[in-house]
């Protein structure tokens, strides 16, 4: 996908699935949103991502697949998915989210081990644009789901980014260049 579908799609959300979701030998999955405590923690999964996780436990293609995904999206599925489940921090040492693409990559490691070659991607509709470019990117072919009706911005999350489309729109403008165009 070229940056500018990126950008049409991560705008309006209504990325159309494509690929052969049996033909994914697994799955990457990304978080859209989270609840933290006073103390700045990870506290719980944000309702984007209990939706996803719903998504995920109910999907008769994704079932047992291996699937990398991160705690937040691990604990909304709460032993609700029949895969192989590793579970990959979204957190860099100093407590803050790690970009989409250094997810991609460090999952990527863990595939590569393992000798996959095709991902099917989920994510939050806004997010999963520049999510699988990413995750293209780092070398795997991917298919995505119609995640079109799943989850929307949450209020309530912690992520000022993931609480309303117009923030999204704000952070997304800056951070698609960054993210896929100069990485090209």
């Known amino acids: 996908m070229t940056a500018l579908g990126v950008f049409k799609y991560s705008l309006n959300g209504n990325i159309p699935p494509h ?22 923690d990870y506290a719980a999964p944000g309702a984007t991502n209990i939706a996803l996780a719903g ?47 250094d997810y991609a990559k460090r999952a990527g490691g863990y595939f590569r081990e393992r000798q996959v070659g095709a991902l099917a991607v989920v994510a ?8 699988e470019a990413s995750v293209r990117k780092v070398g795997f072919t991917t298919s995505i789901p119609d995640v079109r009706h799943i989850g929307d911005f949450d209020p309530r999350s912690s ?10 729109m704000a952070r997304e403008m800056k951070i698609i ?8």
């Open 55 to 101: 998504y995920l436990a109910s999907s008769r293609p994704l079932q047992g697949k291996d699937i990398v995904l991160t705690e937040e999206l691990a604990d909304a599925l709460d032993g609700t998915f029949d895969g192989n489940i590793r579970v990959l921090s979204n957190f860099k040492a100093d407590g803050s989210e790690s970009s989409t693409y």
């Open 19 to 40: 690929g052969n979701l049996e033909e994914a030998e697994a799955i990457l999955a990304f978080p859209f949103g989270l609840i933290k405590n006073a103390a700045g």
């Open 159 to 168: 992520q000022p980014w993931t609480r309303s489309r117009k923030a999204w």
């Open 124 to 131: 939050f509709r806004h997010h999963l644009p520049r999510a």
């Open 177 to 184: 260049p960054a993210s896929i165009v100069l990485r090209q």
